[in-house]
C-alpha cells in the first residue's frame, strides 16, 4: 500500500438506480449557453465551433437529497437545472458513436451558481471558478444506466421551487446534443471513467434563498430533490 501523510478522501461517487454499487466520479464538465432561450436571457449568443466549457471540482457534489448550504460570497445564488452524462470510458478525439458508447448513463442535476460574481469575473475577463466551482455547488440525482433509459433524446426538464414551475425544457432543444459535446470537450481532454458532463441549463434560471425546496425531474430518470439551508 502507498504511504499517504494522512489518509486520503473517499473518492466523490454517485448512487446507481438499480443498483447497490455506486459510481465513482473523477471530473465534472460543464457547458455554458446549450440552449438558445438561455443563451438569449443571459445576453450572450451560442456557438457551435468553440463551446464555453468550465469546471467542477469532483468533491463539489451534493447527493441522496443531501441539504444545500447557501454558500458565503454571495448575494445571488442562482440554479441551473441540467441534465447529466456520467461517462464509463472515455478517450481523446473521440467520433459521435465513440462518445454515445462512453456513456454509463444519465442524471438530473443543478449547476449551482453565484450569479453576482459571474457578472463580476465576465466584466472583468476574469476566471469563473468561484462562481461556479465553489462547495456543494453541484447537486445531483441517482444515475440512471443506458441499458435502463437508452439516450434520451427528447423530454421535459423541469425544476420546480416550492411547488412552482422554474424551468421546463425540452432537451431536443439543446443546441448541441450530449454525444456532440463530448466529442468537442473530447478535443480539450482525455475524457476518462468517472467524468460527469453537465449539459447546459434552459431558460428561466432565477435566485435561491434559504429554506426554498427544490425538485428536478426528466421523464425516466431518478428525481433530484433538496432544500437550501
Ligand atoms: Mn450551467
Redesign the pocket.
Given at each position: 500500500m502507498t504511504p499517504y501523510v494522512f489518509p486520503p478522501a473517499a473518492p466523490p461517487s454517485v448512487p446507481v438506480v438499480g443498483s447497490d454499487a455506486r459510481f465513482p466520479v473523477r471530473r465534472i464538465f460543464?457547458?455554458?449557453r446549450n440552449y438558445e432561450e438561455h443563451a438569449r436571457e443571459m445576453k450572450a449568443t451560442v456557438s457551435l465551433d468553440a463551446p464555453v466549457f468550465f469546471a467542477k471540482p469532483a468533491d463539489a457534489l451534493v447527493t441522496d437529497g443531501a441539504d444545500v448550504p447557501y454558500p458565503s460570497m454571495t448575494e445571488d445564488l442562482h440554479h441551473?437545472v441540467?441534465l447529466v452524462v456520467a461517462l464509463q470510458s472515455g478517450g481523446r478525439d473521440l467520433d459521435e458513436s465513440a462518445a454515445r458508447a462512453a456513456i454509463y448513463g444519465y442524471a438530473v442535476g443543478l449547476?449551482l451558481?453565484r450569479r453576482d460574481l459571474q457578472a463580476q469575473a465576465k466584466a472583468k475577463g476574469t476566471p469563473w471558478d468561484t462562481a461556479k466551482g465553489f462547495d456543494a455547488s453541484a447537486p445531483i440525482g441517482a444515475i440512471t444506466p443506458v441499458a435502463q433509459c437508452g439516450h434520451p433524446a427528447a423530454g421535459e426538464l423541469r425544476l420546480d421551487i416550492n411547488g412552482a414551475t422554474r424551468q421546463r425544457a425540452d432537451i431536443a432543444t439543446m443546441v448541441m446534443a450530449p454525444a456532440a459535446i463530448l466529442v468537442a470537450l473530447s478535443r480539450y481532454y482525455a475524457l476518462r471513467a468517472g467524468d460527469l458532463l453537465?449539459t447546459?441549463?434552459p431558460a428561466g434560471v432565477a435566485a435561491l434563498q434559504r429554506g426554498d425546496v427544490f425538485v428536478a425531474t426528466f421523464p425516466g430518470l431518478a428525481d433530484l430533490r433538496g432544500r437550501i439551508v
Open positions: 460543464c457547458v455554458g441551473e441540467e449547476d451558481t453537465y447546459g441549463t
